[in-house]
Antibody
Framework: EVQLVESGGGLVQPGGSLKLSCAAS????????MHWVRQASGKGLEWVGR??????????SYAASVQGRFTISRDDSKNTAYLQMDSLKTEDTAIYYC?????????WGQGTLVTVSS | QSALTQPASVSGSPGQSVTVSCTGT?????????VSWYQHHPGKAPKLVIY???ERPSGVSNRFSGSKSGNTASLTISGLQAEDEADYYC??????????FGTGTEVTVL
Protein backbone atom coordinates (compact mmCIF):
# COMPACT_ATOMS: atom_id res chain seq x y z
CA GLU A 1 0.00 0.00 0.00
CA VAL A 2 1.32 3.40 -1.00
CA GLN A 3 1.67 5.82 1.90
CA LEU A 4 2.90 9.39 2.08
CA VAL A 5 3.20 10.96 5.52
CA GLU A 6 4.08 14.62 5.94
CA SER A 7 5.55 16.02 9.14
CA GLY A 8 7.33 19.09 10.44
CA GLY A 9 4.54 21.63 10.32
CA GLY A 10 3.96 24.12 13.08
CA LEU A 11 3.90 27.76 14.08
CA VAL A 12 6.72 30.01 12.86
CA GLN A 13 7.24 33.76 12.88
CA PRO A 14 7.40 35.79 9.67
CA GLY A 15 10.91 35.68 8.29
CA GLY A 16 11.56 32.34 9.93
CA SER A 17 12.31 28.89 8.51
CA LEU A 18 10.75 25.47 8.65
CA LYS A 19 11.59 22.12 7.07
CA LEU A 20 8.86 19.68 6.13
CA SER A 21 9.39 15.99 5.53
CA CYS A 22 7.43 13.51 3.42
CA ALA A 23 8.06 9.86 4.30
CA ALA A 24 7.10 7.46 1.53
CA SER A 25 6.42 3.74 1.49
CA UNK A 26 4.80 1.13 -0.72
CA UNK A 27 6.49 2.07 -3.99
CA UNK A 28 9.95 2.56 -5.47
CA UNK A 29 10.58 6.05 -4.14
CA UNK A 30 13.89 6.53 -5.93
CA UNK A 31 12.18 6.22 -9.33
CA UNK A 32 9.49 8.77 -8.54
CA UNK A 33 9.12 12.50 -9.05
CA MET A 34 7.80 14.13 -5.88
CA HIS A 35 5.82 17.35 -5.68
CA TRP A 36 4.57 19.67 -2.96
CA VAL A 37 1.14 21.32 -3.12
CA ARG A 38 -0.40 23.65 -0.55
CA GLN A 39 -3.83 24.89 0.39
CA ALA A 40 -4.45 28.02 2.39
CA SER A 41 -7.58 28.12 4.52
CA GLY A 42 -10.63 28.71 2.35
CA LYS A 43 -8.52 28.71 -0.81
CA GLY A 44 -7.75 26.26 -3.58
CA LEU A 45 -4.81 23.99 -4.20
CA GLU A 46 -1.56 25.66 -5.25
CA TRP A 47 1.36 23.82 -6.81
CA VAL A 48 4.56 24.63 -4.90
CA GLY A 49 7.30 22.69 -6.65
CA ARG A 50 8.88 19.34 -7.50
CA UNK A 51 12.00 17.26 -7.51
CA UNK A 52 12.66 14.63 -10.11
CA UNK A 53 14.44 11.33 -9.66
CA UNK A 54 18.16 10.63 -9.86
CA UNK A 55 17.78 9.53 -13.48
CA UNK A 56 16.58 13.10 -14.20
CA UNK A 57 19.43 14.61 -12.19
CA UNK A 58 17.20 15.49 -9.24
CA UNK A 59 15.97 18.51 -11.21
CA UNK A 60 13.83 20.94 -9.26
CA SER A 61 11.22 23.48 -10.28
CA TYR A 62 9.22 25.96 -8.21
CA ALA A 63 6.19 28.19 -8.40
CA ALA A 64 7.01 31.85 -8.82
CA SER A 65 5.47 32.60 -5.41
CA VAL A 66 8.12 30.53 -3.60
CA GLN A 67 11.07 30.68 -5.99
CA GLY A 68 14.23 31.67 -4.14
CA ARG A 69 12.71 31.00 -0.70
CA PHE A 70 11.77 27.31 -0.80
CA THR A 71 14.06 24.37 -1.61
CA ILE A 72 12.98 20.82 -2.32
CA SER A 73 15.38 17.95 -1.72
CA ARG A 74 15.23 14.20 -1.22
CA ASP A 75 17.07 11.35 0.45
CA ASP A 76 16.39 8.18 -1.51
CA SER A 77 18.11 6.09 1.18
CA LYS A 78 15.42 7.23 3.61
CA ASN A 79 12.53 7.29 1.10
CA THR A 80 11.91 10.88 2.15
CA ALA A 81 11.36 14.17 0.36
CA TYR A 82 11.87 17.53 2.03
CA LEU A 83 10.60 21.08 1.68
CA GLN A 84 12.89 23.68 3.20
CA MET A 85 11.00 26.93 3.65
CA ASP A 86 12.95 30.12 4.38
CA SER A 87 11.97 33.78 4.64
CA LEU A 88 8.44 32.69 5.43
CA LYS A 89 5.57 35.12 4.93
CA THR A 90 2.11 35.16 6.47
CA GLU A 91 0.72 34.21 3.07
CA ASP A 92 2.64 30.92 3.23
CA THR A 93 0.21 29.77 5.94
CA ALA A 94 -1.38 26.61 4.55
CA ILE A 95 -1.69 22.87 4.70
CA TYR A 96 1.22 21.40 2.75
CA TYR A 97 0.76 18.12 0.89
CA CYS A 98 3.35 15.95 -0.76
CA UNK A 99 2.27 13.93 -3.75
CA UNK A 100 3.80 11.36 -6.05
CA UNK A 101 3.86 12.32 -9.69
CA UNK A 102 3.48 9.17 -11.74
CA UNK A 103 2.28 11.26 -13.70
CA UNK A 104 -0.31 12.47 -12.73
CA UNK A 105 -0.47 13.13 -8.97
CA UNK A 106 -1.73 9.67 -8.11
CA UNK A 107 -1.05 9.48 -4.36
CA TRP A 108 -1.21 12.21 -1.75
CA GLY A 109 -0.41 12.55 1.92
CA GLN A 110 -2.83 13.90 4.51
CA GLY A 111 -0.89 17.15 4.78
CA THR A 112 0.83 19.11 7.53
CA LEU A 113 -0.24 22.56 8.72
CA VAL A 114 2.18 25.47 8.58
CA THR A 115 1.16 28.68 10.32
CA VAL A 116 3.22 31.82 9.82
CA SER A 117 2.28 34.37 12.43
CA SER A 118 3.80 36.69 14.99
CA GLN B 1 0.82 31.52 -13.58
CA SER B 2 -2.82 32.23 -12.86
CA ALA B 3 -5.09 29.54 -11.47
CA LEU B 4 -7.41 27.80 -13.90
CA THR B 5 -10.98 29.08 -13.65
CA GLN B 6 -13.68 26.83 -12.22
CA PRO B 7 -17.21 27.66 -11.05
CA ALA B 8 -17.34 28.08 -7.29
CA SER B 9 -20.15 25.59 -6.91
CA VAL B 10 -22.44 23.23 -8.78
CA SER B 11 -25.27 21.14 -7.43
CA GLY B 12 -27.58 18.36 -8.47
CA SER B 13 -30.08 15.88 -7.12
CA PRO B 14 -29.19 12.23 -6.60
CA GLY B 15 -29.13 10.42 -9.92
CA GLN B 16 -28.62 13.56 -11.97
CA SER B 17 -25.49 14.57 -13.85
CA VAL B 18 -23.36 17.61 -13.13
CA THR B 19 -20.52 19.09 -15.13
CA VAL B 20 -17.62 21.12 -13.76
CA SER B 21 -15.70 23.31 -16.19
CA CYS B 22 -12.04 24.28 -16.02
CA THR B 23 -10.89 27.14 -18.21
CA GLY B 24 -7.25 27.89 -18.87
CA THR B 25 -5.22 29.29 -21.73
CA UNK B 26 -3.24 28.12 -24.74
CA UNK B 27 -0.24 27.89 -22.40
CA UNK B 28 -1.78 25.15 -20.30
CA UNK B 29 -5.13 23.40 -20.87
CA UNK B 30 -5.29 24.30 -24.54
CA UNK B 31 -1.84 23.03 -25.40
CA UNK B 32 -1.47 19.85 -23.38
CA UNK B 33 -3.54 16.74 -22.78
CA UNK B 34 -2.18 16.61 -19.23
CA VAL B 35 -5.36 17.71 -17.51
CA SER B 36 -6.31 15.84 -14.37
CA TRP B 37 -9.10 16.10 -11.81
CA TYR B 38 -9.01 15.59 -8.04
CA GLN B 39 -11.74 14.98 -5.51
CA HIS B 40 -11.02 16.56 -2.14
CA HIS B 41 -12.93 16.04 1.06
CA PRO B 42 -11.76 18.63 3.60
CA GLY B 43 -9.25 17.20 6.03
CA LYS B 44 -8.43 14.28 3.78
CA ALA B 45 -5.90 13.59 1.04
CA PRO B 46 -7.02 14.61 -2.46
CA LYS B 47 -7.97 11.70 -4.71
CA LEU B 48 -7.26 11.43 -8.42
CA VAL B 49 -10.43 10.76 -10.43
CA ILE B 50 -9.43 11.64 -14.03
CA TYR B 51 -6.05 12.04 -15.74
CA UNK B 52 -4.84 12.83 -19.26
CA UNK B 53 -8.15 14.64 -19.91
CA UNK B 54 -10.38 11.57 -19.99
CA GLU B 55 -8.59 8.57 -18.49
CA ARG B 56 -9.99 7.02 -15.34
CA PRO B 57 -7.68 5.40 -12.77
CA SER B 58 -8.33 1.86 -11.69
CA GLY B 59 -10.91 1.77 -8.94
CA VAL B 60 -12.59 5.06 -9.81
CA SER B 61 -16.27 4.81 -10.66
CA ASN B 62 -17.18 5.02 -14.35
CA ARG B 63 -19.66 7.70 -13.32
CA PHE B 64 -16.71 10.09 -13.59
CA SER B 65 -15.72 11.20 -17.08
CA GLY B 66 -13.61 13.97 -18.56
CA SER B 67 -13.30 15.87 -21.81
CA LYS B 68 -11.62 18.91 -23.30
CA SER B 69 -12.42 21.47 -25.98
CA GLY B 70 -9.97 24.23 -26.72
CA ASN B 71 -8.86 25.90 -23.51
CA THR B 72 -11.65 24.37 -21.41
CA ALA B 73 -11.69 20.96 -19.78
CA SER B 74 -14.74 19.42 -18.15
CA LEU B 75 -15.49 16.82 -15.51
CA THR B 76 -18.90 15.15 -15.59
CA ILE B 77 -20.30 13.15 -12.71
CA SER B 78 -23.28 11.09 -13.78
CA GLY B 79 -25.72 9.30 -11.50
CA LEU B 80 -24.83 11.70 -8.70
CA GLN B 81 -24.51 10.10 -5.27
CA ALA B 82 -24.24 11.56 -1.79
CA GLU B 83 -20.63 10.36 -1.53
CA ASP B 84 -19.71 12.55 -4.52
CA GLU B 85 -20.22 15.68 -2.44
CA ALA B 86 -16.75 17.22 -2.21
CA ASP B 87 -14.48 19.87 -3.67
CA TYR B 88 -13.11 19.17 -7.13
CA TYR B 89 -9.95 20.63 -8.62
CA CYS B 90 -8.57 20.45 -12.13
CA UNK B 91 -4.86 20.62 -12.85
CA UNK B 92 -2.79 21.13 -15.98
CA UNK B 93 0.80 21.04 -17.08
CA UNK B 94 2.00 24.41 -18.37
CA UNK B 95 4.40 25.73 -20.97
CA UNK B 96 6.59 26.97 -18.11
CA UNK B 97 7.18 23.32 -17.18
CA UNK B 98 5.21 23.82 -14.00
CA UNK B 99 1.74 22.78 -12.92
CA UNK B 100 -1.33 24.85 -12.17
CA PHE B 101 -4.52 23.98 -10.32
CA GLY B 102 -8.02 25.27 -10.77
CA THR B 103 -9.82 27.53 -8.32
CA GLY B 104 -11.90 24.60 -7.11
CA THR B 105 -15.59 23.70 -7.32
CA GLU B 106 -17.81 22.61 -4.46
CA VAL B 107 -20.17 19.90 -5.65
CA THR B 108 -23.33 19.65 -3.57
CA VAL B 109 -25.82 16.80 -3.70
CA LEU B 110 -29.25 18.24 -2.98
Amino acid sequence: EVQLVESGGGLVQPGGSLKLSCAASGFIFSDSSMHWVRQASGKGLEWVGRIRSKSDSYATSYAASVQGRFTISRDDSKNTAYLQMDSLKTEDTAIYYCTRHNPPFDYWGQGTLVTVSS
Amino acid sequence: QSALTQPASVSGSPGQSVTVSCTGTSSDVGNYNYVSWYQHHPGKAPKLVIYDVSERPSGVSNRFSGSKSGNTASLTISGLQAEDEADYYCSSYTSSRTYVFGTGTEVTVL
